[in-house]
T-cell receptor, first 109, second 116 residues
Framework: LAKTTQPISMDSYEGQEVNITCSHN???????ITWYQQFPSQGPRFIIQ???TKVTNEVASLFIPADRKSSTLSLPRVSLSDTAVYYC??????????FGAGTRLAVHP | NAGVTQTPKFRVLKTGQSMTLLCAQD?????MYWYRQDPGMGLRLIHY???????AKGEVPDGYNVSRLKKQNFLLGLESAAPSQTSVYFC???????????????FGQGTRLTVV
């Protein structure tokens, strides 16, 4: 499975746009890129998934460049409730679903 | 629709005791996973299953055993609990897709286990 690298932590303020970038240099042809969100004392929750270019849903956008060696999760106009840990996963679910350390996002008033 | 349900939610064990954690999903998913999460850390995969009757080792399988006798259930066993197994345990499930990728995993609410 492709190894991922993402910042350990980020800080933001309410109303700002937050972009979290994940590097995955060894991504394979069949690999999808998936982002999860985890609040304290809860299990992770699926946010968004993509294969190439741009994907948008009601929660976030995911930008994937042509070489697919990185991806950026974009959270528009964050609020205090977006404070959480965000995980980037790369790889087919048929194999092991491996989480990294994630990015701790703190949103301040 | 309950999704993924873990039993129990909390448990305190003495060193050397055994116990079984139950994970049940009602989404007819083929894949199921067990993770542990230590304070301030990410999730680490213990064991997983790609279908009824199958299991495979994850990143940290030592000290744990699993069984998937029914498609909807995935059991995690601790034969002789140790303080190092104090953690929060999460179960997850996902469906199979052709090509292996492209679906989301659903997680349970977690089991907080303390071994004293």
């Amino acid at each position: 499975l492709a190894k991922t690298t993402q910042p350990i932590s980020m800080d933001s303020y309410e109303g700002q746009e937050v972009n979290i970038t994940c590097s995955h240099n060894n991504i394979a042809t069949n690999d999808y890129i998936t982002w999860y969100q985890q609040f304290p004392s809860q299990g992770p929750r699926f946010i968004i998934q993509g294969y190439k270019t741009k994907v948008t849903n009601e929660v976030a956008s995911l930008f994937i460049p042509a070489d697919r060696k990185s991806s950026t999760l974009s959270l528009p106009r964050v609020s205090l409730s977006d404070t959480a840990v965000y995980y980037c996963l790369v790889g087919a679910l048929r194999n092991k679903l491996i989480f990294g350390a994630g990015t701790r996002l703190a949103v301040h008033p | 629709n309950a999704g993924v349900t873990q039993t129990p939610k909390f448990r305190v064990l003495k060193t050397g005791q055994s116990m079984t954690l139950l994970c049940a999903q009602d989404m007819n998913h083929e894949y199921m996973y067990w993770y542990r999460q230590d304070p301030g850390m990410g999730l680490r995969l213990i064991h997983y299953s790609v279908g009824e009757g199958t299991t495979a080792k994850g990143e940290v399988p030592d000290g744990y055993n699993v069984s998937r006798l029914k498609k909807q259930n995935f059991l995690l066993g601790l034969e002789s609990a140790a303080p190092s197994q104090t953690s929060v345990y999460f179960c997850a499930s996902s469906r199979h897709t052709e090509g292996g990728g492209g679906t989301e995993a659903f997680f349970g609410q977690g089991t907080r286990l303390t071994v004293v």
